[in-house]
């Protein structure tokens, strides 16, 4: 089974530090994705990536930055926390191929809240 | 614009009884893919169910099956003899078309959170 794992379920950080939350995932896949989840906006994409060091902004990229330096592992980047940034985060992997069944694979999310 | 509606935020349904949890999508993109995920209150997204829309039948796995109406661009979820861990959220969402072709990123919809009563 593919198995996608974030570093941390829960995570309280101060607004000004900078957050890490990090990916791994075991199945060679070349996509990684991060979302956010918030109540009643469902899960909106803020960066994904189709391959070590290549990444592309999503649909809420302000704010965040990613890195992946390795295939399997995909960092999400908080530069500066801020309370807005407070959410459930989700991060998910899948094949490479376009038009095809497959689906993404996501971790178990991580709760941050910035306080 | 793409887009995925889910017009139900919560429903109940009865222990064995059968459930539809709607789902209309928008594209002009004539290749797409939809896809269905299960949120538990632990948080993990599990894949349920997928529908191409060049497929010939409707998908079904399991309990799950989907009700493919492509000219009403809808792909209701239906899951059959609904159980207590069927208790959840829901998520349409739908592959995304890009410049030359689809992508792999998929459009969310806001979900459905479904409670079955004993």
């Known amino acids: 089974d593919v198995k996608v794992t974030q570093s941390s379920r829960y995570l309280v950080k101060r607004t000004g530090e900078k957050v890490f939350l990090e990916c791994v995932q075991d199945?060679?896949?070349?996509?990684m994705f991060w979302y956010r989840q918030d109540p009643g906006l469902g899960l909106r994409l803020i960066y994904f990536?189709?391959?070590?060091?290549?990444?592309e902004k999503g649909d809420i990229p302000e704010g965040y930055s990613v890195s992946r330096e390795k295939k399997e592992r995909f960092s999400l980047i908080l530069e500066s926390a801020s309370t807005n940034q407070t959410s459930m985060y989700l991060c998910?992997?899948?094949?490479?191929?376009?038009?095809?069944?497959?689906?993404?694979?996501f971790g178990d999310g991580t709760r941050l809240s910035i306080l | 614009a793409q887009k995925i509606t889910q017009t139900q935020p919560g429903m109940f349904v009865q222990e064995k009884e059968a459930v539809t949890l709607d789902c209309t999508y928008d594209t002009s993109d004539p290749s797409y893919g939809l896809f269905w995920y299960k949120q538990p209150s632990s948080g993990e997204m599990i894949f349920l169910i997928y529908q191409g829309s060049y497929d010939q039948q409707n998908a079904t796995e399991g309990r799950y099956s989907l009700n493919f109406q492509k000219a009403r661009k809808s792909a209701n979820l239906v899951i059959s003899a609904s159980q207590l861990g069927d208790s959840a959220m829901y998520f349409c969402a739908m592959r995304e078309a890009g410049y030359g072709g689809a992508t792999n990123k998929l459009i969310f919809g806001t979900g459905t959170l479904l409670a079955v009563q004993p």
């Open positions: 990536s189709y391959d070590v060091k290549m990444k």
């Open positions: 998910a992997s899948s094949h490479g191929a376009t038009n095809s069944n497959q689906p993404q694979h």
């Open positions: 199945m060679d896949h070349e996509n």
